[in-house]
């Protein structure tokens, strides 16, 4: 029987991170440091997941696809293409910087990569929120000239959230996530993120952080204004369903029939509440885990759960 992979996580400090991916997650973090992200499914030159349990512990994420393209991620993959999503957990216990990242059209200008992502509001404050996209009637003149008055947060679209919405943001969309949340974010496999502004804030050496205000207004989407969050229901939920991948929600009851993923395409799978039976192995909440292509999974729960399954990123 088939198991699925799981990998160790690569954390990484940020001057807006804390230690709730401790206390909400269960996770062993570095003493002394304020992690803001937790790379669990990454293949990076700069960061690499590895297997952290089983046959094959130790061995990258690369190496699985360069051994086994077809058997991993399915017919045809190319073994030299990276995997194509980034799987991240975020504990914004500060607010983020207003960003933005490149869209297809402009990033290869402008050395970057192209970055759409999800976000999934596993746990906030109760004035928790979320900045995306433009206020309606905003124009990149507003902007511009709001920049450089400091009063920016006038021209974008601040709005509350509760625990369990979710949204797409994609390249080109203005974005930052308000101080208060932890987020499943799933996304692109990038590393390309533009400052436009940074609330006249210092980095963790002291220094204010860089900022990249040409490239932003190159980037950002001056037509995208007011998006909403969606809530997903009970049973299934299709979240995003965009170029770069498909991302649908399911909840389980004690009595659910097992849930089955038949082979052909490699998927992901993140357990964002109770836990799921998946090849013998349980699967818990805040764990992200690769199925092979090459296999056919059943999930099954013995209570209340909900997971994430990502596919269609082939």
């Known amino acids: 029987m088939s198991k699925p992979i799981f990998f160790k996580p690569i954390y990484q400090e940020r001057v807006w991170g804390g230690r709730a991916l401790s206390s909400a997650l269960n996770r062993d973090l570095p003493e002394g440091k304020r992690i803001g992200e937790s790379w669990d499914i990454v293949d990076r030159p700069e960061a690499m997941s590895l297997v952290g349990v089983g046959d094959q512990v130790g061995k990258s994420l690369r190496d699985l696809i360069s051994e086994d393209p077809t058997g991993i991620m399915g017919k045809g993959y190319d073994p030299e293409r990276p995997f194509p999503i980034l799987v991240k957990w975020l504990d914004c216990a500060d607010r983020l910087s207003l960003q933005v990242h490149p869209p297809a059209s402009v990033a290869g ?48 679209h601040r709005f509350p959230v509760t625990p369990g919405e979710s949204i797409l943001v994609e390249s080109g969309r203005i974005h930052a996530i308000d101080a208060g949340n932890l987020i499943l974010e799933i996304q692109q496999n990038s590393d390309t993120t533009y400052r436009v502004y940074d609330w006249g804030r210092v980095g963790l050496d002291g220094q204010p952080r860089q900022l990249h205000v040409d490239q932003s207004l190159q980037c950002i989407d001056w037509e995208y204004f007011e998006p909403s969050t969606i809530q997903p229901q009970a049973g299934q939920s299709v979240l995003a ?63 209340s759960a909900a997971f994430f399954v990502t596919d269609r990123f082939i």
């Open 109 to 156: 200008a402008l050395g970057g990569e192209p970055k759409t992502e999800n976000w999934y509001i596993a746990e906030c404050a109760e004035n928790a929120s979320l900045i995306v996209g433009l206020k309606n009637g905003a124009t990149r003149e507003e902007f511009e000239r709001r920049l450089e008055d400091d009063s920016l947060e006038e021209c974008v």
């Open 241 to 303: 369903d965009c170029d770069e991948f498909r991302l649908v929600k399911y909840t389980l009851s004690g009595d659910s029939s097992p849930f089955v993923l038949p082979a052909g395409e490699a998927r992901l799978i993140s357990v964002v509440d109770g836990s799921v039976l998946i090849g013998g192995e349980t699967v818990v909440r805040g764990d992200t885990v690769l199925l092979q292509a090459r296999s056919t999974f059943e999930i099954a729960s013995g209570g």
